[in-house]
């Protein structure tokens, strides 16, 4: 497709379970972001790739949360034992190349832990 | 480190009147600026850019923004709103290289007939 995509779009499971959110970014895409926008906040910085390369972490909220993106492309963010703290807009961005100011967003995933 | 101040969290405007939502940006070095909106169930779009070239900046759908490094400010401007502009509204600022956006808090607009 022409831009960025997500999936689930919607996503509800319960405490404690795993729950994996995919992103599939532009074609040719260098770099990676995931965003995690609570409800009635702007989006907030969870960590970034370049090509499979895990670039910053900083802002995983804890070791519930990790990323990968084993082939350069598409994306995984994955919380464990998941919380209702963790219910949020997940959102997923790429740019065209490492450095590159402009990112372009995906749909997002809603996650509800109930 | 670097923050955005979005002066306000609601803005409501008649059809055809012009628009303005406010922001104010805190940062050490010169920044990138970013304008994003937000229509329901949809992603964030670009609205527009100011990477350091003219200070007044075009965007999409007539809107524009002009940056004011005395007053640390990037508000966003349309001369006549559209019904369709009925949307949430984040300012954005980005240091240079592999850093992350920082979000403002976001503004709703809402456009009355």
């Known amino acids: 497709g022409a831009g960025v995509s997500q999936s689930p779009r919607y996503k509800v499971t319960k405490r404690g379970q795993d729950v994996a959110l995919r992103c599939d970014p532009i074609s040719g895409h260098v770099s990676l972001y995931w965003y995690r926008q609570a409800l009635g906040q702007g989006p907030e910085f969870l960590t970034y790739?370049?090509?499979?390369?895990?670039?910053?972490k900083s802002g995983l909220p804890n070791d519930r949360f990790s990323a990968e993106r084993p082939e350069g492309s598409i994306s995984t963010l994955t919380i464990q034992r998941t919380e209702q703290r963790d219910s949020a807009m997940y959102r997923c961005?790429?740019?065209?190349?490492?450095?590159?100011?402009?990112?372009?967003f995906g749909p997002g995933t809603r996650l509800t832990v109930l | 480190a670097q923050s955005v101040t979005q002066l306000d969290s609601h803005v409501s405007v008649s059809e055809g009147t012009p628009v303005l939502l406010r922001c104010n940006y805190s940062?050490?070095?010169?920044?990138?600026l970013f304008w994003y909106v937000q229509h329901p169930n949809k992603g964030l779009q670009l609205l527009l850019k100011y990477t350091s070239a003219a200070t007044l900046v075009k965007g999409i759908n007539g809107f524009e923004a002009e940056f004011k490094k005395s007053e640390t400010s990037f508000h966003l401007t349309k001369p006549s709103a559209h019904m369709s502009d009925a949307a949430e509204y984040f300012c954005v600022v980005k240091l240079s290289g592999n850093t992350p956006l920082v979000f403002g808090k976001g503004t709703r607009l809402s456009v009355i007939a």
């Open positions: 940062s050490s070095y010169s920044p990138s």
């Open positions: 961005a790429s740019s065209s190349q490492s450095g590159s100011d402009t990112q372009y």
């Open positions: 790739f370049n090509y499979e390369a895990q670039q910053d």
